[in-house]
């Protein structure tokens, strides 16, 4: 097999860069939502504008109603309580906006992670089985866990919080030139050096952060891998071992997540302190410019810099610096999100497996010697070709499989295969015999189609199978693999994965003729009895033989058995073998086994070397020839 480690940073960014492209595939996620998303925009420019216009309203407040009112013996306080009710309305229209805007984000943000976390279960169906062999099941499980919540923390807080404090900024210095262009040019270029110094942090730690996301797949990746071998690790003492490898990863993840949030960290608090340098600088130059005299200028007009101009600037600076700090932090988690984003799209960019199939499989029934397609199961099959003028061809599918000089190698220049040519005549039993990594299990996946070859031809009812749709050609085979998977649900449910229209009196029927049955009565809840990670309730065997009834409800006209029965022990191989041999009766099968004992009776046993077919016959006539098969079976060699 492929070594599961290769490649598997395919899709990751080096430098702390991400994919072009993102921001707009990002967007188009989002399309369905462009009503709400306007509605959005008017509701943070109606925030970001009360803020502003509660800031002008202090220089009227206190020139035109508090400072005409002190030394009165008799004040009116009517037009005070006026403009006080008018501000309370206008920051409550601002503490509305902000309200609804946010709501409405998280409607939008919990959409599109739906979507993207459906295209990406949708797209994860069709890619190839040699994508799954070539990277880590926990870096595939970090796109859907760690990539997808970054995206939501982008879209439901920082996104929003962005444009607001965008929105803000803009509004704000528009205030301030309406009060003073004098100090908002000093102002200006205040923020020139604070924008710079920001700049310098986030360039820091927006490197970090895309550093961060890869290093968090590759750790999770390895936890998944030690999860699931944690028995082994035990066994084998591999203990420290398996620490000190989590730990470098660990540290990789620790040093790029410690710098970037080291710099990111620090922006916040060193833009509010800017800030308050900023407001005391104020202070002191527009005291001073009101105590010289100096004539103020803004877009009310020329006169006097007044007290509550002054005060009302004050305030909107603190508003203007704020918002530059708040952009800083969220622009931080933008880039982190958006690393996120490229390693899904990546995810998504994997070409599909391809399919260039055109003969389908269906349901037929011969009558007077013409094959006709019918909707219901029949205990017959036929391929169906069509032709380039519109008609269709039915041919009876009989389970004849021949390989003619085939050569397969996972990677280039690596032969697994080499000129494999094999014949398994319908109703034959083909037994595959030799060591570990000879090429055995490559034989059935490519019969299945996992992989194609790389040259020669595979047919199959002297059809090549590359001109027969995928899902056909699989719908045709029944795999018991030696390695079982059980999924979340009832044992019926397990049993009936292998055809999803099965009844119930036919997955008990299934069970029985694999000798599952006996046991499964003996459950909590017999066959509703709800099986949890992975099965891990039950033995070994016991799993065995249900992924074997599995195959026998499918009731395909061709079977792979690859070790199904290495999982188990003597005594119940020989009842699974009766049953089994129920299963196989009238049907193509390939049997994959260590156990010379439980392929004596095959119709043709091949012994494979190295990627070579070097013996082919019957049991009696390999033994006659006393070449390898001779020695494996008498014990003058074992498989290794």
Not at 26 to 51: D, G
Not at 415 to 434: N, Y
């Amino acid at each position: 097999m492929a070594n599961s480690d290769k490649n598997k940073n395919i899709g990751k960014k080096k430098g702390g860069q991400f994919k072009k492209g993102t921001v707009k595939r990002l967007l188009s996620f989002m399309k369905e939502y462009r009503f709400k998303l306007v509605i959005v925009v008017i509701c943070i420019f109606l925030s970001s504008a009360a803020s502003a216009i509660g800031a002008l309203f202090l220089q009227a407040l206190i020139d035109d109603y508090i400072i005409p009112l002190i030394g009165q013996n008799e004040p009116d306080f009517t037009h005070l309580l006026m403009i006080l009710i008018v501000m309370g309305c206008v920051y409550l229209t601002g503490v509305l906006s902000s309200f609804l805007y946010n709501r409405i984000m998280v409607v939008i943000a919990q959409g599109t992670l739906k979507k993207v976390r459906d295209k990406m279960f949708e797209h994860m169906q069709s890619l190839p089985l040699k994508y799954f062999d070539t990277h880590t099941h926990g870096d595939v499980m970090s796109y859907y866990t760690n990539d997808t919540d970054t995206l939501r923390q982008m879209l439901g807080q920082s996104l929003p919080q962005a444009i607001a404090a965008i929105m803000t900024i803009i509004t704000v210095f528009i205030s301030m030139l309406y009060l003073s262009f004098w100090l908002s040019i000093f102002v200006v270029i205040f923020s020139f050096v604070l924008i710079k110094l920001i700049k310098f942090l986030i360039g820091k730690s927006g490197s970090y952060f895309v550093q961060q996301q890869q290093s968090l797949g590759d750790v999770d990746g390895y936890i998944e891998e030690m999860i699931n071998g944690q028995k082994v690790v035990k066994v084998f003492c591999h203990e420290e071992e398996a620490k000190h490898n989590f730990d470098k990863k660990n540290e990789k993840l620790c040093y790029s997540s410690t710098q970037a949030n080291k710099f990111g960290n620090v922006t916040m608090p060193i833009v509010g302190n800017m800030g308050y340098v900023l407001y005391v600088l104020l202070a002191i130059v527009g005291g001073g410019a009101a105590i010289a005299g100096v004539k103020n200028a803004g877009f009310s007009g020329f006169g006097v810099l007044t007290l509550g101009t002054i005060v009302s600037f004050l305030t909107l600076s603190r508003s203007f610096i704020m918002p530059i700090g708040q952009v800083s932090m969220q622009f931080n988690m933008v880039i982190m999100a958006l690393a996120g984003a490229s390693r899904i799209f990546d995810f998504l960019d994997e070409k599909p497996e391809a399919d260039e199939g055109y003969v389908s499989l269906v349901n037929a029934k011969n009558e007077d010697g013409k094959i006709t397609e019918c909707a219901e199961r029949t205990e017959h099959w036929a391929w169906k070709h069509p032709h380039g003028d519109g008609s269709l061809t039915y041919t009876e599918m009989q389970g004849r499989i021949v390989f003619e000089n085939v050569d397969f190698s996972y990677e280039e220049g690596k032969p697994v295969l080499k000129d494999i040519s094999l014949i398994a005549e319908p109703g034959q039993k083909v037994a595959l015999v030799g060591s570990t990594g000879a090429g055995k299990t490559t034989i059935t996946n490519l019969i299945n189609r996992f992989y194609d070859i790389d040259s020669g031809k595979i047919r199959y009812d002297d059809i090549n199978i590359n001109k027969i749709k995928k899902p056909a050609l699989r719908r045709s085979l029944g795999i018991v693999l030696q390695d079982v998977n059980l999924f979340t649900g009832s044992v019926l449910d397990n049993i009936r994965y292998g055809r999803l229209d099965a009844t119930d009196e036919e997955c008990i029927e299934a069970a029985k003729l694999s000798n599952a049955d006996s046991f499964i009565h003996m459950l909590p809840d017999g066959y509703n009895t709800i099986l949890e990670g992975d099965g891990s309730g039950l033995s070994q065997g016991q799993r065995q033989l249900i992924s074997i009834a599995r195959a026998a409800v499918a009731d395909p006209p061709v079977m792979i058995l690859d070790e199904a029965t290495s999982s188990i022990d003597t005594r119940t191989e020989s009842i699974v073998q009766a049953g089994m041999d129920a299963l196989m009766h009238g049907r193509t099968v390939f049997v994959i086994a260590h156990r010379l004992s439980t392929i004596r009776n095959s119709d043709i046993i091949m012994v494979i070397e190295q990627g070579r077919i070097i013996e082919k016959g019957s049991h009696d006539e390999l033994i006659e020839q006393k070449g390898k098969y001779y020695q494996l079976y008498t014990g003058a060699f074992e498989l290794k």
